[in-house]
Protein backbone atom coordinates (compact mmCIF):
# COMPACT_ATOMS: atom_id res chain seq x y z
CA UNK A 1 0.00 0.00 0.00
CA UNK A 2 1.34 3.51 -0.65
CA UNK A 3 2.39 4.97 2.30
CA UNK A 4 0.52 8.16 1.68
CA UNK A 5 -2.62 6.19 2.19
CA UNK A 6 -1.91 5.06 5.31
CA UNK A 7 -2.93 6.05 9.02
CA UNK A 8 -0.63 9.13 9.63
CA UNK A 9 0.98 7.45 12.43
CA UNK A 10 1.79 4.03 10.00
CA UNK A 11 3.21 6.12 7.57
CA UNK A 12 5.40 8.20 9.79
CA UNK A 13 6.37 4.92 11.20
CA UNK A 14 7.53 4.15 7.43
CA UNK A 15 8.81 6.90 7.03
CA UNK A 16 11.24 6.13 9.51
CA UNK A 17 11.88 2.86 8.89
CA UNK A 18 13.20 4.16 5.70
CA UNK A 19 15.39 6.44 7.20
CA UNK A 20 17.01 4.20 9.35
CA UNK A 21 17.99 1.46 7.14
CA UNK A 22 18.84 4.25 4.74
CA UNK A 23 21.47 5.15 7.10
CA UNK A 24 21.95 1.58 8.63
CA UNK A 25 21.41 -0.57 5.57
CA UNK A 26 20.76 -4.26 6.36
CA UNK A 27 23.04 -7.12 5.46
CA UNK A 28 26.55 -5.22 5.10
CA UNK A 29 28.14 -6.34 8.10
CA UNK A 30 27.91 -10.22 6.58
CA UNK A 31 27.23 -10.99 10.63
CA UNK A 32 24.63 -13.89 10.98
CA UNK A 33 22.35 -13.36 13.69
CA UNK A 34 19.80 -16.32 13.08
CA UNK A 35 22.99 -18.58 14.06
CA UNK A 36 23.51 -21.17 15.89
CA UNK A 37 20.09 -21.61 17.22
CA UNK A 38 20.54 -21.81 20.91
CA UNK A 39 23.75 -20.15 21.02
CA UNK A 40 22.93 -16.47 23.59
CA UNK A 41 26.27 -15.11 22.15
CA UNK A 42 28.78 -13.39 25.08
CA UNK A 43 25.63 -11.45 26.81
CA UNK A 44 22.04 -13.83 26.19
CA UNK A 45 18.25 -12.47 26.58
CA UNK A 46 18.71 -12.55 30.87
CA UNK A 47 20.94 -9.56 30.88
CA UNK A 48 20.60 -6.52 31.43
CA UNK A 49 22.71 -5.40 28.06
CA UNK A 50 20.71 -6.78 25.45
CA UNK A 51 17.82 -4.17 26.62
CA UNK A 52 19.74 -1.05 26.84
CA UNK A 53 21.49 -2.30 23.62
CA UNK A 54 17.80 -3.03 21.66
CA UNK A 55 16.73 0.73 21.81
CA UNK A 56 17.66 2.37 19.01
CA UNK A 57 17.06 6.30 19.54
CA UNK A 58 19.00 5.74 23.11
CA UNK A 59 21.47 3.70 21.70
CA UNK A 60 22.50 6.44 18.06
CA UNK A 61 21.96 9.81 20.62
CA UNK A 62 24.16 7.99 23.18
CA UNK A 63 26.72 6.80 20.53
CA UNK A 64 27.01 10.48 19.11
CA UNK A 65 27.43 11.19 23.09
CA UNK A 66 30.13 8.76 23.22
CA UNK A 67 31.77 10.75 20.17
CA UNK A 68 31.55 14.28 22.04
CA UNK A 69 33.46 12.70 25.07
CA UNK A 70 35.74 10.46 23.07
CA UNK A 71 37.02 13.72 21.24
CA UNK A 72 38.07 15.25 24.74
CA UNK A 73 40.85 12.66 25.20
CA UNK A 74 44.25 13.91 23.03
CA UNK A 75 45.71 10.29 23.13
CA UNK A 76 42.33 8.34 21.44
CA UNK A 77 41.17 11.11 19.70
CA UNK A 78 45.29 10.68 17.85
CA UNK A 79 44.44 7.62 17.00
CA UNK A 80 40.89 8.49 15.00
CA UNK A 81 42.86 11.51 13.80
CA UNK A 82 45.77 9.85 12.06
CA UNK A 83 44.64 6.65 11.00
CA UNK A 84 40.80 7.07 10.46
CA UNK A 85 38.68 8.86 7.31
CA UNK A 86 36.15 9.80 9.56
CA UNK A 87 36.58 13.44 7.87
CA UNK A 88 35.61 12.50 4.36
CA UNK A 89 33.61 9.26 5.46
CA UNK A 90 31.74 9.31 8.81
CA UNK A 91 28.47 7.83 8.16
CA UNK A 92 31.11 4.68 7.18
CA UNK A 93 32.70 4.89 10.31
CA UNK A 94 29.54 5.14 12.34
CA UNK A 95 28.27 2.06 10.65
CA UNK A 96 31.23 -0.10 11.65
CA UNK A 97 31.20 0.51 14.93
CA UNK A 98 27.16 -0.12 14.98
CA UNK A 99 27.99 -2.85 13.90
CA UNK A 100 30.81 -4.34 16.14
CA UNK A 101 28.78 -3.51 19.08
CA UNK A 102 25.55 -5.03 17.74
CA UNK A 103 27.95 -7.94 16.93
CA UNK A 104 29.61 -8.48 19.99
CA UNK A 105 26.24 -7.87 21.83
CA UNK A 106 23.69 -10.27 19.46
CA UNK A 107 25.54 -12.58 17.67
CA UNK A 108 26.55 -16.00 18.45
CA UNK A 109 29.63 -16.90 20.64
CA UNK A 110 31.90 -17.90 18.16
CA UNK A 111 31.31 -14.75 15.64
CA UNK A 112 31.33 -12.13 17.87
CA UNK A 113 34.87 -13.54 19.26
CA UNK A 114 35.78 -13.18 15.51
CA UNK A 115 34.80 -9.24 15.45
CA UNK A 116 36.73 -8.93 18.87
CA UNK A 117 39.84 -10.85 17.28
CA UNK A 118 39.52 -8.71 14.04
CA UNK A 119 39.27 -5.62 15.75
CA UNK A 120 41.86 -5.87 18.37
CA UNK A 121 44.17 -6.71 14.96
CA UNK A 122 43.58 -3.60 13.96
CA UNK A 123 44.43 -1.70 16.67
CA UNK A 124 47.77 -3.43 16.60
CA UNK A 125 48.68 -1.06 13.60
CA UNK A 126 47.23 2.44 14.93
CA UNK A 127 49.85 3.96 17.04
CA UNK A 128 51.91 7.11 16.38
CA UNK A 129 52.44 10.37 17.96
CA UNK A 130 50.37 13.30 19.75
CA UNK A 131 50.06 16.91 18.50
CA UNK A 132 52.32 17.28 21.11
CA UNK A 133 54.81 14.55 20.79
CA UNK A 134 53.16 11.68 23.46
CA UNK A 135 53.10 8.56 22.02
CA UNK A 136 49.77 6.73 21.63
CA UNK A 137 48.62 3.20 20.73
CA UNK A 138 45.03 1.99 20.04
CA UNK A 139 46.15 -1.60 22.19
CA UNK A 140 47.12 0.97 25.18
CA UNK A 141 45.06 -1.05 27.93
CA UNK A 142 44.33 2.55 29.54
CA UNK A 143 42.55 3.82 25.94
CA UNK A 144 40.86 0.72 25.40
CA UNK A 145 39.20 1.63 28.82
CA UNK A 146 38.60 5.37 28.08
CA UNK A 147 36.88 4.25 24.86
CA UNK A 148 34.84 1.43 26.68
CA UNK A 149 33.55 3.42 29.70
CA UNK A 150 32.59 6.62 27.78
CA UNK A 151 30.48 4.15 25.15
CA UNK A 152 29.04 2.66 28.09
CA UNK A 153 28.44 5.66 30.18
CA UNK A 154 26.85 7.23 27.06
CA UNK A 155 24.88 4.35 25.98
CA UNK A 156 22.92 3.81 29.52
CA UNK A 157 21.73 7.58 29.97
CA UNK A 158 20.62 7.18 26.18
CA UNK A 159 18.63 4.21 27.64
CA UNK A 160 17.42 6.49 30.53
CA UNK A 161 16.10 9.40 28.32
CA UNK A 162 14.66 7.72 25.46
CA UNK A 163 13.81 3.96 25.98
CA UNK A 164 10.61 4.85 28.09
CA UNK A 165 11.71 2.04 30.29
CA UNK A 166 12.66 2.61 34.23
CA UNK A 167 15.09 0.28 35.05
CA UNK A 168 14.63 -2.00 39.04
CA UNK A 169 17.18 -0.72 41.30
CA UNK A 170 21.10 -2.08 40.35
CA UNK A 171 20.47 -2.09 36.48
CA UNK A 172 22.55 0.27 35.97
CA UNK A 173 25.19 -1.47 37.81
CA UNK A 174 25.00 -4.50 36.06
CA UNK A 175 25.17 -2.75 32.79
CA UNK A 176 28.57 -1.45 33.69
CA UNK A 177 29.32 -5.48 35.23
CA UNK A 178 28.18 -7.28 32.09
CA UNK A 179 29.57 -4.55 29.23
CA UNK A 180 33.24 -4.36 30.02
CA UNK A 181 33.32 -8.39 29.24
CA UNK A 182 33.97 -6.33 25.89
CA UNK A 183 36.29 -4.25 26.43
CA UNK A 184 38.23 -6.52 28.69
CA UNK A 185 38.43 -9.05 25.89
CA UNK A 186 40.00 -6.15 23.61
CA UNK A 187 42.58 -5.59 25.89
CA UNK A 188 41.15 -3.58 28.63
CA UNK A 189 41.92 -3.55 32.44
CA UNK A 190 40.63 -1.84 35.75
CA UNK A 191 37.49 -1.55 33.79
CA UNK A 192 34.81 0.34 35.81
CA UNK A 193 31.86 -2.05 37.22
CA UNK A 194 29.11 0.15 38.72
CA UNK A 195 27.87 3.39 38.41
CA UNK A 196 30.23 4.77 41.73
CA UNK A 197 33.22 3.53 39.65
CA UNK A 198 32.27 4.98 36.58
CA UNK A 199 32.37 8.55 38.32
CA UNK A 200 35.39 8.23 39.96
CA UNK A 201 37.21 6.67 36.88
CA UNK A 202 35.99 9.75 35.33
CA UNK A 203 36.90 12.22 38.24
CA UNK A 204 40.30 10.61 37.67
CA UNK A 205 40.80 10.92 34.35
CA UNK A 206 39.35 14.59 33.83
CA UNK A 207 42.64 15.99 34.03
CA UNK A 208 44.13 14.80 30.75
CA UNK A 209 41.10 15.74 28.97
CA UNK A 210 41.27 19.26 26.76
CA UNK A 211 39.26 20.77 24.03
CA UNK A 212 41.51 21.75 21.55
CA UNK A 213 41.46 22.41 17.88
CA UNK A 214 41.24 18.55 17.26
CA UNK A 215 38.41 18.32 18.98
CA UNK A 216 36.75 21.64 17.18
CA UNK A 217 37.68 20.03 14.02
CA UNK A 218 35.72 16.27 15.26
CA UNK A 219 32.73 18.41 16.24
CA UNK A 220 32.35 20.32 12.33
CA UNK A 221 32.34 17.08 11.09
CA UNK A 222 29.87 15.91 12.70
CA UNK A 223 27.53 19.40 12.45
CA UNK A 224 28.11 19.21 8.90
CA UNK A 225 27.88 15.02 8.30
CA UNK A 226 25.52 14.20 5.13
CA UNK A 227 23.58 11.80 6.08
CA UNK A 228 22.00 9.50 3.33
CA UNK A 229 18.40 9.90 3.59
CA UNK A 230 15.97 12.44 3.36
CA UNK A 231 15.28 15.40 6.23
CA UNK A 232 19.23 14.46 6.44
CA UNK A 233 19.98 18.07 8.10
CA UNK A 234 17.07 18.12 10.25
CA UNK A 235 17.56 14.21 11.55
CA UNK A 236 21.29 14.73 12.28
CA UNK A 237 20.47 18.11 14.27
CA UNK A 238 17.67 16.32 16.53
CA UNK A 239 20.11 12.85 17.15
CA UNK A 240 23.23 15.26 17.74
CA UNK A 241 21.09 17.82 20.30
CA UNK A 242 19.80 15.10 21.59
CA UNK A 243 23.29 13.04 22.57
CA UNK A 244 24.55 16.51 23.53
CA UNK A 245 21.62 16.36 26.08
CA UNK A 246 23.06 13.63 27.98
CA UNK A 247 26.70 15.05 28.79
CA UNK A 248 27.85 15.02 31.92
CA UNK A 249 28.15 18.53 33.09
CA UNK A 250 31.84 18.71 33.39
CA UNK A 251 31.76 17.53 29.89
CA UNK A 252 29.76 20.41 28.54
CA UNK A 253 31.94 22.59 30.66
CA UNK A 254 35.27 21.37 28.85
CA UNK A 255 33.20 21.65 24.85
CA UNK A 256 31.94 25.35 25.89
CA UNK A 257 28.66 24.63 25.56
CA UNK A 258 26.56 27.56 26.08
CA UNK A 259 23.36 28.17 27.83
CA UNK A 260 21.14 28.77 24.62
CA UNK A 261 23.25 25.14 22.87
CA UNK A 262 22.11 23.60 26.31
CA UNK A 263 18.47 24.45 25.57
CA UNK A 264 18.63 23.44 22.20
CA UNK A 265 19.92 20.42 22.91
CA UNK A 266 17.39 19.18 25.72
CA UNK A 267 14.51 20.40 23.21
CA UNK A 268 16.04 17.83 20.47
CA UNK A 269 15.81 15.14 23.34
CA UNK A 270 11.95 16.11 24.38
CA UNK A 271 11.34 15.58 20.57
CA UNK A 272 13.61 12.31 20.44
CA UNK A 273 11.93 10.97 23.39
CA UNK A 274 8.21 12.03 21.83
CA UNK A 275 9.68 10.05 18.67
CA UNK A 276 11.46 7.14 20.23
CA UNK A 277 8.04 4.67 20.41
CA UNK A 278 7.59 5.37 16.54
CA UNK A 279 11.28 4.32 16.13
CA UNK A 280 10.36 0.83 18.14
CA UNK A 281 7.24 0.26 15.93
CA UNK A 282 8.79 0.81 12.82
CA UNK A 283 11.88 -1.71 13.35
CA UNK A 284 9.90 -5.56 15.13
CA UNK A 285 12.51 -7.26 12.64
CA UNK A 286 16.05 -5.61 13.89
CA UNK A 287 18.54 -7.39 15.10
CA UNK A 288 17.85 -7.93 18.99
CA UNK A 289 14.60 -9.49 18.01
CA UNK A 290 16.31 -11.96 15.49
CA UNK A 291 18.66 -12.66 18.32
CA UNK A 292 16.06 -13.45 20.74
CA UNK A 293 14.51 -15.82 17.80
CA UNK A 294 17.80 -17.80 17.44
CA UNK A 295 17.87 -18.02 21.24
CA UNK A 296 14.23 -19.01 21.73
CA UNK A 297 12.44 -16.32 23.50
CA UNK A 298 9.70 -13.41 22.54
CA UNK A 299 11.05 -10.36 21.27
CA UNK A 300 9.06 -8.71 23.63
CA UNK A 301 11.13 -9.71 26.26
CA UNK A 302 13.12 -7.13 25.52
CA UNK A 303 10.45 -4.64 27.17
CA UNK A 304 10.44 -5.31 30.33
CA UNK A 305 12.77 -6.98 33.01
CA UNK A 306 11.42 -10.32 34.10
CA UNK A 307 14.14 -12.88 34.34
CA UNK A 308 16.93 -10.34 34.38
CA UNK A 309 20.07 -11.11 36.05
CA UNK A 310 21.04 -8.40 38.63
CA UNK A 311 23.25 -9.76 40.47
CA UNK A 312 26.56 -11.70 39.70
Known amino acids: MNAS ?28 YETPVGDPGLFGPDTVTWRVHADFPGMLAGGLCALLLQALHPRALAGVWDHSDFRTDLVGRLRRTTAFVAGTTYAGTEQAHRLIHRVAAIHTHVRGTTADGTAYSADDP ?3 TWVHVSEAYAFLQGFRAYAGMPGPAGFDDRYYDESRRV ?4 GARAVPAST ?10 RPEL ?8 VLAVLRRVRLPVPGAALSRDVFLGAGAALLP ?11 LQRARHHACARLLRMTAPLFRAALPDGIAPRAC ?4 VAPECLRHWDGVTLRS
Open 5 to 32: RLHPAAALQAAIRRWVLGVFPRGQSGID
Open 196 to 205: ASVAAYFEHV
Open 249 to 259: PWAEALLGITR
Open 183 to 186: AEAL
Open 142 to 144: ELL
Open 210 to 217: RFDARSRE
Open 293 to 296: RRVG
